[in-house]
């Protein structure tokens, strides 16, 4: 049976715990081994160094499934299947504005790839004290930021919650675009100048479906505002 097929049936957290059971069983046994003198290593006719050997094996064992089995480690194995590159978030500027006094927004990770023909930049993110404005429903949380790179600058507009209408640009009177938003087939976005972002909460975790569908939903905005993409950089 496969790793992931492990680490599905029996569940992150069951395996450390159960990892952990096993480290301190095998050591226990190793240390009362031990304390019955050197001559008891060899002795094999109870079994007792064998019964330890086994536990240590699957300490091992376990251990590297929980590892494997980590949101982090889950993530980057993605990204790097998917041609995903290691972005520094502290590197770039990003879109949106500072957030207020009380507010704060930090990108934990990123990576930059190619999706629908525009060059785009994922990242997960957590915020406090509503850091993103009406960008998001969520107040606080984390979640997914994608950041999408446009052909040209385009003027400053954007759905907001509830319903908050920013800029004066005649797409923001699309029917299509209006009812996709009302109805949540496209979340809260932002453009301005050369990029368009969105914020998607994701308290439950940030897992690669995840990622995937919120950079699905960002390119429909765009699909629906008629933007077109633009060269990397």
Known sequence: ????????????????????LTWLGGLCGLALILATGTGALSDTTPGRMWAVWLLLVAACFLSLLADRARPDAVLARHATAAGWERADPGSRTWPWPDPEPDGTIRVRRAWSTT?????????EVRWTGRGFGAATDDAEGRGVVVVIRLASPVPAMAYHVPFERVGDSPVLDDAELRKAFLTRR????????????TVEPANE???PA????????ALRVAAL?????????
């Open 210 to 217: 995840v990622i995937d569908a919120a950079v699905q939903r």
């Open 205 to 207: 975790g940030v897992t």
């Open 186 to 197: 496209i979340p809260p976005w932002t453009v301005r100048d050369r990029e368009l972002f």
């Open 225 to 233: 505002l008629g933007l077109t993409a633009g060269a990397t950089g």
């Open 1 to 20: 049976m496969s790793l992931r097929r492990w680490t599905r049936l029996l569940g992150r957290w069951a395996l450390t715990v159960l990892a952990g």
């Open 115 to 123: 999706a629908g023909g525009f060059p785009v930049t994922v990242g």
